[in-house]
């Protein structure tokens, strides 16, 4: 009896993470077929932002999401992870003691990764002469679908 409840518990654990984790192998793929599916790096650096403590594994998720995503998207590889860490460290401390509204900070953050990523994707466009990403009114559509994802959040 105690035997079958526990594997009972542990299909019950593998339901619950099998979304998360067809999500990181999957939508990257559909998002380098289908241009309109938005690549959703705010709300994933948000999700890596608030997990890094608590649970390694869902920030590891996360991780490879991203990976997956500068892979099936031709983006620079660990661009992305880079600029998630780099707000971690220097932003997220200050921005959670200022900011007391958890949608707020929400919003915040997920602006600010969009910003940053899409400003040091530009940089590097820059500086190695290339084409990555273009500046039109898709850009645009992506940020405010992380903003409208961060507040339903």
């Given at each position: 009896?105690?035997?079958?409840?526990?594997?009972?518990?542990?299909?019950?654990?593998?339901?619950?993470?099998?979304?998360?984790?067809?999500?990181?192998?999957?939508?990257?793929?559909?998002?380098?077929?289908?241009?309109?599916?938005?690549?959703?790096?705010?709300?994933?650096?948000?999700?890596?932002?608030?997990?890094?403590?608590?649970?390694?594994?869902?920030?590891?998720?996360?991780?490879?999401?991203?990976?997956?995503?500068?892979?099936?998207?031709?983006?620079?590889?660990?661009?992305?992870?880079?600029?998630?860490?780099?707000?971690?460290?220097?932003?997220y401390p200050s921005a959670r003691v200022i900011i007391n509204?958890?949608?707020?900070?929400?919003?915040?953050?997920?602006?600010?990764?969009?910003?940053?990523?899409?400003?040091?994707?530009?940089?590097?466009d820059m500086v190695f002469s290339l084409n990555t990403i273009?500046?039109?009114?898709?850009?645009?559509?992506?940020?405010?679908?992380?903003?409208?994802?961060?507040?339903?959040?």
């Amino acid at each position: 009896m105690a035997r079958n409840r526990f594997e009972r518990d542990k299909n019950l654990k593998i339901l619950k993470w099998l979304p998360i984790v067809s999500f990181a192998i999957f939508y990257p793929i559909l998002t380098s077929i289908y241009s309109i599916l938005p690549p959703l790096i705010g709300i994933v650096g948000l999700f890596i932002i608030f997990n890094i403590d608590k649970n390694k594994l869902n920030s590891f998720f996360g991780v490879l999401y991203l990976i997956n995503l500068d892979f099936n998207a031709s983006l620079p590889l660990l661009l992305s992870l880079l600029v998630i860490v780099l707000i971690y460290i220097l932003i997220y401390p200050s921005a959670r003691v200022i900011i007391n509204c958890k949608k707020c900070l929400f919003i915040f953050l997920v602006t600010f990764i969009d910003i940053f990523y899409y400003t040091s994707l530009f940089i590097y466009d820059m500086v190695f002469s290339l084409n990555t990403i273009t500046a039109d009114i898709t850009l645009v559509f992506y940020i405010i679908i992380d903003l409208v994802i961060g507040l339903l959040l």
